[in-house]
C-alpha cells in the first residue's frame, strides 16, 4: 500500500522556539494532505487541509499564524509550530490520499512533540 | 458525513474473533463505512471500507447491515497485536482524498 513518512516521529523542544515536521507520501503524488492534532485518550482532531501550491485551510480555532504549513510539492507538506509552548505538546499527525474513487487516507506515524 | 457511535471498550480472548460494531443510522445512499485502527502512539491504519456489499480482505471482514445503519468489522483470529482504538467512520468519497472526522472510537483489548 501507499506510504506516508512522517519525520520526526519525536522532538523535545524549548518553549518559544519553532519546530518544523515533514510530511511525505513516499510512492504517490498527493495534491492535498491533512494535519491532525491528537492529545492523551482523546481522539484525532483535524487541524488544517494542505493544498499544493496554495494556502492551507484551517479549522475552527486552529491559529493559521501559529501553525505553519507549507504544501510546496506534490510530496512533501510541513507543519511549523512557531513560538511553542507546553499545551502545545501534542501528537501531530499527517495524512494523505490517492486520487480518485473509494481511495483510503494513509497516515503518518505521527510525531510527539514535547514541549518544555 | 453521518455520524458514528461505538461502544467504548470491548476485550477478546487470543485467538477468538473480535466483533466490533459501529451505529450510523443516519448515513446516506452515497457514504461509504470506513474502518480505520490505532495502535498506542501510532498513526491510524485503514482496514477495510464498503458501500452496502460485505467485505473482506486480508485484515477483516466488513458486514453491513442490509438497511445499512449498523456494520461489524470482524478480526477473525485476534492476536495481542490487535490491542488497537478502532475507528468506524461514514464518509462520502469522491474524486480526491478527504478529511476523516474521528470519534472516540472503540478500546479494543486482546487479552492472552
Known amino acids: 500500500g501507499a506510504v506516508v513518512s512522517q519525520h520526526p516521529s519525536w522532538v523535545i523542544c524549548k518553549s518559544g522556539t519553532s519546530v518544523k515536521i515533514e510530511c511525505r507520501s513516499l510512492?504517490?503524488?498527493?495534491?492535498?494532505m491533512f494535519w491532525y492534532r491528537q492529545f492523551p485518550k482523546q481522539s484525532l482532531m483535524l487541524m488544517a487541509t494542505s493544498n499544493e501550491g496554495s494556502k492551507a485551510t484551517y479549522e475552527q480555532g486552529v491559529e493559521k499564524d501559529k501553525f505553519l504549513i507549507n504544501h510546496a510539492s506534490l510530496t512533501l507538506s510541513t507543519l511549523t509550530v512557531t513560538s511553542a509552548h507546553p499545551e502545545d505538546s501534542s501528537f501531530y499527525i499527517c495524512?494523505?490520499?490517492?486520487?480518485?474513487?473509494?481511495?483510503?487516507?494513509?497516515f503518518g506515524q505521527g510525531t510527539r512533540l514535547t514541549v518544555v | 458525513d453521518a455520524k458514528t457511535t461505538q461502544p467504548p471498550s470491548m476485550d477478546c480472548a487470543e485467538g477468538r474473533a473480535a466483533n466490533l460494531p459501529c451505529n450510523h443510522s443516519?448515513?446516506?445512499?452515497?457514504?461509504?463505512v470506513y474502518w480505520y485502527r490505532q495502535i498506542h502512539s501510532q498513526g491510524p491504519q485503514y482496514i477495510i471500507h464498503g458501500l452496502k456489499n460485505n467485505e473482506t480482505n486480508e485484515m477483516a471482514s466488513l458486514i453491513i447491515t442490509e438497511d445499512r445503519k449498523s456494520s461489524t468489522l470482524i478480526l477473525p483470529h485476534a492476536t495481542l497485536r490487535d490491542t488497537a482504538v478502532y475507528y468506524c467512520i461514514v464518509i462520502i468519497t469522491s474524486g480526491s482524498a478527504r478529511q476523516l472526522t474521528f470519534g472516540s472510537g472503540t478500546q479494543l483489548t486482546v487479552l492472552p
Open positions: 443516519t448515513i446516506s445512499g452515497n457514504e461509504y
Open positions: 510512492d504517490f503524488q498527493a495534491t492535498t
Open positions: 495524512s494523505a490520499g490517492k486520487t480518485g474513487l473509494n481511495t483510503e487516507a494513509f
